[in-house]
């Protein structure tokens, strides 16, 4: 079924000019890019964005990364793309990340791994919702893929 998802490349993986060589992975498995655009998160988005982490050790650092420059946030839309980019992302740390994957190829710490992946329906209108007006999706167009598909 076609969903949408909300990703991001964290400021780190701006800084490190890897943005091309992410979008290119999700571009390859044949994802439509229906919301893009660089931003720097405020402290509303990333206070919204992480809620769920508020009182863990880690969420002061968390929210001074996300803060620290632009991030590159985009709605994929595609057949299960929630789930297949969680994989193509791989696991949240590197160490165990599978290869292949962004985070196993680019990542270099548990809190610098370079992208953030919605991780159920819930959380991808959630986020959706945080960094894009649903005018600035543009979701009226045709992928070769999706071309292909409805010719039978
Ligand atoms: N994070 C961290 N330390 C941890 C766990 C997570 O700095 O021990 C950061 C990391 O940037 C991670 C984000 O918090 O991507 C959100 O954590 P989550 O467990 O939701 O991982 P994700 O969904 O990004 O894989
Ligand atoms: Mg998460």
Redesign the pocket.
């Known amino acids: 079924m076609s969903e949408r998802t909300f990703i991001a490349i964290k400021p780190d993986g701006v800084k490190r000019n890897l943005v091309g060589r992410i979008i290119t992975k999700f571009e390859d498995k044949g994802y439509k890019i229906i919301g893009l655009k660089l931003l720097i998160p405020t402290m509303e988005h990333a206070e919204k964005h992480?809620f769920e982490?508020k009182g863990k050790p880690?969420y002061p650092?968390?929210i001074k990364y996300i803060t620290s420059g632009p991030i590159v946030a985009m709605v994929l839309e595609g057949d299960n793309v929630i789930a297949e980019s969680r994989r193509l992302m791989g696991a949240?740390k590197p160490e165990e990340a599978e290869a292949g994957t962004i985070r196993f190829e680019y990542a270099i710490a548990?809190?610098y791994?370079i992208i953030?992946g919605s991780?159920s329906p819930e959380s991808a209108e959630r986020e959706i919702a945080i960094y894009f007006k649903e005018e600035e999706l543009c979701s009226d167009w045709t992928t070769m893929l999706e071309s292909i598909m409805s010719d039978g």
């Open positions: 992480y982490h880690f650092r968390l949240t548990k809190e791994n953030h991780d």
